[in-house]
């Protein structure tokens, strides 16, 4: 099987590249070969390659850099994967591609699930909502995973960046009104191999929408604390944590204050279920140490 992989460098893309090698040729395309930004090339690209499969992992994933740059936020989270969805359908092969909870505005007091009606508050949420409705529109097979809080051990993120500001700070200011479930890219990798692997043997669920993230909830604050416990354990010195409202905190993009997604649609269907975030956390800093 030839897997194409759209993204070659970004968090989930090189979980993906660790994991799938067992199941297929994958080809991985980085923005210089497969600009999503550029819908020829990836007419070109796919008809080239001839996949059997399509990874869209790439994105514009700068969420308060979106805010100033809406037409590329678009051009990658909306036209790009919507062409993807066009070429998967052309050759008759499914598209599994990574959405957000930002799609959602965190009014709700319980945990989202994939029926709940989405209304993004900001240019990078309302991107990627447009991204799954062309992908829906083209109504080929897809996979369209929602996911949350994502973080591994390369790139820019939560976990990497609060490892340096608790080494580098006597005090840190962290938002504790934003619940959600910090989700490691090597289980959405994880996950997206199994739901791979049950397509392969003809126990396919029903194609659609679906939310993916670790199980369990926290604030951005709780998930320092964490990361910071991981810290002393290893005898490395630790700022002290004071938990602050979102208000004390300005961002140029809002964010939602419930991101819980409930994932229980894709072990039903699917039989995939996810690890707790803690979990899932010391499994990630275990393979960073």
Known sequence: MRILISGQNGQVSRELQRRLGDVGELIVLGRDQLDLAQPEQIRRQVQRVR??????????????????????????NATG?????????????????????????????????????????????????????????????????RTSWVYSTHGRNFLL?????????PELRIVADQIGAPTWAGTIAESTLALIERWQAGQAGAWGTYHLTAQGETSWFGFAQAIGDALREQGKPCANLLPIPSSDYPTPAARPLNSRLDCSRLQREWGVCQPDWQTALRECLAGQA
């Open 51 to 76: 996949p059997d499969l399509i990874i869209n992992a790439a994105a514009h994933t700068a969420v308060d850099q979106a805010e100033s740059e809406p037409a590329q936020a678009f051009a990658i």
């Open 161 to 169: 960046t609060m490892q340096r500001l608790l080494q580098e700070k």
């Open 81 to 145: 994967p919507g062409v993807l969805a066009e070429e998967a359908l052309a050759l008759g092969i499914p598209l599994i591609h990574y959405s957000t909870d930002y799609v959602f505005d965190g009014s709700k007091t319980a945990p989202y699930n994939e029926d709940d009606v989405p209304n993004p508050l900001g240019v990078y949420g309302k991107s990627k909502r447009a991204g799954e409705q062309a992908i829906t529109a083209v109504q080929g097979l897809h996979l369209i995973l």
